[in-house]
């Protein structure tokens, strides 16, 4: 009897392990075709406990070092600016943020000396403007001519009141393939152990 015991106990716990195993695989894989990248894949981990034995209680547990971006892209939530005013999203010719990413229109303003004009319209997003040139890379910068030339009212940010996240991921479904996959897999593990 306790060599049975003893197998079903290897059976269940390696089987749940590459259950966990395998959705964490799936959940990368997932990530990265989504186009979050590999970094953003890498904050998948699993576990299986109880760590270092084997037991008929086993259970894998799967998880994300970055909840909050795999939970957004997982559920498209409505984003709306934290002050209850508008979202600034840059425009090309904003450019990016000395720190990497997106850059918010104060920075911009420090950054290029130019003042932004605020232009309401009715359909479509609401716009921030700056009177400037673009230059080579398609950024606004300031015009060094005195006269005004090459000097146009260029969009430099478009204003929303909301924006919903588009649904890029589907973690649930692989993950309840993996349970109703599991009693086969320890059956199969079990027989292999016998």
């Known amino acids: 009897m306790q060599a049975e015991i003893d197998a079903g106990e290897k059976a269940v716990t390696a089987a ?10 799936d959940w990368r894989n997932q990530i990265t075709r989504a186009g979050l990248g590999p970094r953003v894949a890498r904050t998948i981990r699993s576990a299986t406990y109880p760590k270092g034995r084997d037991s008929l209680n086993a259970a894998a547990m799967v998880w994300s070092r970055a909840p909050a971006i795999v939970e957004a892209h997982n559920t498209g939530p409505l984003i709306r600016s934290a002050d209850g005013f508008w979202l600034a999203i840059p425009t090309e010719a904003a450019g990016k943020s000395r720190r990497g990413g997106h850059i918010t229109p104060l920075e911009w303003e420090q950054r290029t000396g130019l003042r932004l004009r605020f232009i309401y319209r009715r359909t479509g997003p609401s716009l921030l403007i700056a009177e400037a040139r673009i230059n080579k890379g398609g950024r606004a910068v300031r015009s060094r001519s005195k006269t005004g030339r090459n000097v146009a009212s260029v969009p430099i940010f478009l204003l929303v009141p909301q924006v919903r ?12 393939a993996a ?7 320890i059956v199969r593990r079990w027989s292999r152990i016998t």
Do not use: F, M, N, T
């Not at 749940?16 to 695989?25: C, E, H, Q, S, Y």
């Not at 649904?167 to 993950?175: G, H, N, Q, S, T």
């Open 16 to 25: 749940v392990k590459d259950a966990g195993i395998a959705l964490r695989d």
């Open 165 to 176: 996240l588009r649904k890029r991921l589907d973690l649930e479904k692989p993950a309840r």
């Open 179 to 185: 349970l109703a996959a599991l009693p086969a897999a």
